[in-house]
């Protein structure tokens, strides 16, 4: 029974979920807590770029890419600095795609020794301190690195993981960096991420100055009501189910002293 959820509102001491069925028809549900679960797939991240709009190839965003196929033999720039770019790097490079890789930072490429405890941890401390504050979260491996496998240390002795700093601008044909080097550009793949999904929750205004909501705890700062589960550090599959074992308790607490 799918339900396509349009809006989470204030009604008196509830929330009130407005959602469609399956067949159009809209509806009404009274709840005390909510756990927003939504994700990220929906929200695509693309930066704004000057003359972003000028160029007459394909802005193509990692939720829109389906096979490398369709980008065979065209001149393609990949820009992001996390796995799934490698990923369409390495596919793309399989069907003889001309490709230009830009980041706006440094891919540091560690080898499995180096991906410790220590360091996942504290990339999710990172995480857990945005959303504290109410930033933005950092992509988790902005903090952790690459793995250096063997699949993607041959694709750096073979030069194709050599990244560009970020190009200042699009034209119609390419993109152009400060110092005037031109790349031309069939297509633009944006491997930049996401945002999480909350546009449903904007009645509530949950959203700090800087964007991003604050939760400590699993639960929204501004809301105790409404509960976050699978984003940032939550979002692996280990990380997804010791969150929910987590938030489940916190709302069983929760409704215990309604």
């Keep these: ?5 349009r809006s989470v509102s204030n009604r008196g001491l509830d929330l009130a979920v407005e959602y469609t069925d399956g067949q159009g028809a809209r509806h009404e549900l009274l709840t005390d807590v909510l756990v927003n679960a939504t994700g990220t797939w929906g929200s695509p991240f693309i930066p704004w770029y000057p003359r ?4 007459a190839g394909r802005h193509v965003h990692t939720s829109d890419y389906t096979s490398a196929e369709e980008f065979r033999g065209k001149k393609v720039v990949v820009v992001g600095g996390g796995t799934s770019a490698i990923g369409f790097l390495l596919e793309l490079e399989d069907v003889g795609a001309e490709i230009a890789w ?3 930072r440094p891919i540091e490429f560690l080898d499995e020794s180096e991906l410790n405890l220590e360091a996942r941890e504290s990339s999710v401390a990172k995480q857990d301190e945005a959303a504290r504050a109410g930033r933005a979260l ?3 491996v902005s903090g952790t690195g690459v793995p250096r496998t063997r699949r993607i240390q041959a694709a750096i002795d073979r030069g194709l993981l050599v990244a560009k700093p970020m190009f200042a601008s699009i034209e119609p044909d390419g993109v152009r960096w400060e110092d005037g080097t031109f790349q031309k550009a069939d ?5 930049t991420g996401f945002r999480p999904e909350l546009r449903h929750l904007a009645p509530l205004k949950l959203r700090e100055k800087e964007g991003g909501v604050t939760v400590g705890d699993g639960s929204s700062w501004k809301d105790s009501r409404i509960f976050f589960a699978g984003y940032g550090p939550q979002a692996s599959t280990i990380g997804a189910n010791r969150a929910g074992r ?13």
């Design 138 to 140: 950092p992509s988790i």
């Design 246 to 258: 987590q938030i489940a308790r916190q709302v069983i607490a929760t409704l215990s002293n309604l």
């Design 52 to 55: 972003l709009d000028s160029f």
């Design 187 to 191: 297509a633009i793949l944006w491997s």
């Design 102 to 104: 830009v980041s706006r």
């Design 1 to 5: 029974r799918p339900a396509n959820v």
